[in-house]
Structure formats: C-alpha cells, structure tokens
C-alpha cells in the first residue's frame, strides 16, 4: 500500500528515522515484552531519574489517552490544550490534530444521523524512558472499541466498531506535569484541517439494505468468503477479544515500509486459512517479501480487475457509488483514490445493525469501521466484487 499521512504528515520531521526507530522499538518489544505495560530496561534508573518518575510518566499518559478518548466521543476539545506543549510547534500540531479528528467524527456521526453511546479503552504502554533532564518518551497501543446507534434508537439498533492506534510520544516535564511535545501515529480519522469536509449521507435506502443478488456479477465460486472474514476478523490488528489485537505472525508487517494495508487485504484473499485465490508470478509473497501487487494498494487493485479476479462493479465518489455499495458482499474490496491515486484497500467483512458496509483493514487498523468514515469529500472509491 501506498499511504500518506495527511493531518500530521507535515509535524512529521525526520519521519523516517522515527518510522525506523519505532519499527525497531516494536520488532524488540514484540520478541521479548509481549503484552508488558512498562519493560524492565524502562524500569531501570537512567539519567538520574529513578522509577518514581517513570510512574508519574505512566499515569500522565494514562490520563491524557482517557481525556483524549472523552474529547473524541464527546467533541469537546476545551480541555485538551492542558496536555500539551504548545511553546513547541510540534505540541501545537499535536493538539489541532487531536482536535480536528474529534471534529471529524462528531461531523460524521451528525450527518449519518449516529450517535455514540458506549466506548471501551484497552491501552498498553509498550515501553517508555527518559531521554536527558525532563524529558521522556514512550511507544503505545490504543485500542478502542465505540458503540453507537441512529440517534434516539434503542438498545437492539446499537453497533460496534474498533480502532488500534500506534504511538510514539515525547514528553516535557513543565510544573509538575508530562506534557506532549510530539506524538506520532497512523490515524484511521486523519484530515487536512480542523474542519473537515464531510459529505453528507446521499439520499436514498442504499446502504441499509441486502446486496441485490441479481445485479452482482457471477463468479467461479471458487473465493471461500466465509475463511476470507474469518481470517480479517482475527488479524485486524484490534484487540475485540481473547486472541486479538494481533497481525498473523507468519507475513511481515510492512506497516514501517509504506503500509501494510495491501499486504492485509492479499493475505485475506489468498491465505489457504482464509480466500483461498491463486496467486501468481505478478502477486505472491515468499520469504518474507512481497511483489508490488501484493504490498501496494494502486497495483493490488489493478493486479485484481485485470487479471479477472474482480469486477470493478463502482468508481467515483460517495455520491456516484452509493446505490453500487450495496453490490458488495463480505469478502469484497474497497480502494480509497486520494489526488488521482489510489492510497488505500479495506476488506468488507459485513454490515452493522443499520445495514451499512463495514470494514476492516490495516494501517490504520479498523475493525467494522462504516466503509467511508476516515475519508472527505475530496475522495473517490474503487468498489471491486471478487468474481473468481
């Protein structure tokens, strides 16, 4: 996949070596601290500091991701500043972003009629340390899972969507307190501006009713849907329960090299445990490798329709394809087009209570996110329905 931060690609300097140190950091996290909430190397005294502080780094950052939490399912942002280093252009950034995707998903729950009525934060500080006098980092996992519901509906009408979320934050000491200078992370909620452009919901019934079996092109019946969900389901990367939370550990992550979106969606189709399609010599993966086809969104969706394992059965924008979403069955794919090029793949894996598409997909990891929240009007989609 080819992806590109947008809201905070400009606060990203040196992003490289931070893609490459955060890399190292998890590959080494992974191996030995699984799970951990503070490592033993970060619980070692180190510039002076001794472990006292390092729970006071802790506790800082527990409460700013539950007040951040609180922001994004309440839109109201008054009280986030507190928690920043604004007198660093990258703290300020960090704020309007965290402010701007809390208004994206106020904006978008308004107007799809939604509201939010449950949350449950599971929040992992992978590791952490100082880094010279008042000073301190820390890499974290954020999973989120967010009920919500037409507005005024009852209990049986409420769905449920999942994010995960990678962090590397850096941290100043300032009267008393830890405050973010930076935080990096691929955001499933990212845009340009703190006032997103979202379209609204398009007129009719489509996308709150059963795909029109009729009007779906035939296929070979050969693709094993059911496998293909099953396996999108357990490696969605967010933690829903027991044995999630989690890529499968037999594929390399390509998260730290482009994305790892496309390398997702070709596990999903060609995985024995999950689709099942046949690869070939333009898309396959060995050795902990994979063919542009494979890791790249653009080629993997055009590797699809050309070699007729898709039919591209919608193209345009949310208004264009809004009745063409309801061809889509679970199993099927969903390419994101940003300035002409095609920057990200989903897997459908169903409908929520409301009969509106969900996904799920990786970097940024969703779980039954509605197919077209995270993206603006600016936007266009490639509807493929696999035929093999």
Not at 63 to 79: H, Q
Not at 194 to 219: F, H, K, S, T, W
Not at 314 to 338: C, F, K, M, S, T
Request: hydrophobic share 40%.
């Amino acid at each position: 996949m080819v992806f590109r931060f947008r809201a905070v690609r400009a606060a990203l300097v040196g992003g490289g070596v931070f893609l490459f140190l955060l890399a190292l950091l998890f590959w080494a996290g992974g191996k030995s601290r699984a799970g951990g909430i503070l490592s033993a190397a970060a619980e070692q005294p180190e510039g002076g500091k001794n472990f006292r502080d390092l729970t006071a780094v802790r506790r800082e950052l527990e409460e700013i991701f539950k007040y951040r939490v609180e922001a994004l399912v309440t839109g109201d942002t008054g009280g986030l500043e507190k928690f920043y280093d604004t007198s660093e252009t990258t703290g300020r950034w960090a704020l309007d972003h965290e402010i701007g995707r809390s208004r994206y998903i106020r904006d978008w729950l308004a107007k799809r009629d939604l509201e939010v009525v449950g949350k449950l934060l599971h929040l992992n500080i992978v590791d952490a340390g100082f880094q010279g006098e008042g000073h301190a980092w820390a890499s974290v996992a954020q999973h989120l899972i967010l009920q919500y519901r037409p507005r005024g509906a009852g209990k049986a009408a409420v769905s449920e969507m999942g994010l995960r979320t990678i962090h590397w934050v850096e941290l100043v000491e300032k009267d008393n307190r830890w405050l973010i200078q930076k935080d990096w992370y691929w955001d499933p909620f990212e845009n340009d501006s703190l006032n997103p452009d979202i379209v609204p919901r398009p007129a009719g019934d489509a996308g709150a009713q059963q795909p029109r079996d009729a009007a779906v092109p035939e296929g070979r019946g050969q693709y094993n849907r059911e496998a293909a969900v099953r396996y999108a389901e357990r490696y969605s990367g967010v933690r829903m329960g027991p044995g999630d939370g989690r890529y499968n550990p037999a594929y390399k992550d390509f998260t730290y090299e482009g994305g790892d979106c496309a390398n997702f969606v070709s596990q999903v189709l060609t995985d024995k445990k999950a689709g099942g399609l046949p690869t070939d010599w333009n898309w396959f993966y060995s050795r902990g490798e994979g063919t542009a086809a494979w890791v790249q969104a653009e080629a993997l969706v055009h590797h699809l329709t050309g070699a007729g394992l898709a039919a591209l059965v919608g193209r345009g924008d949310l208004e264009e394809v809004w009745e063409a979403v309801d061809l889509l069955q679970p199993g099927d794919v969903i390419g994101y087009e940003e300035d002409g090029e095609i920057v990200h793949v989903s897997v459908v894996v169903g409908r929520n209570a409301q009969g509106y598409v969900v996904v799920n997909s990786h970097t940024a990891d969703r779980y039954h996110v509605p197919w077209d929240m995270g993206w603006e009007r600016e936007h266009r989609y490639w509807l493929l329905h696999i035929t093999y």
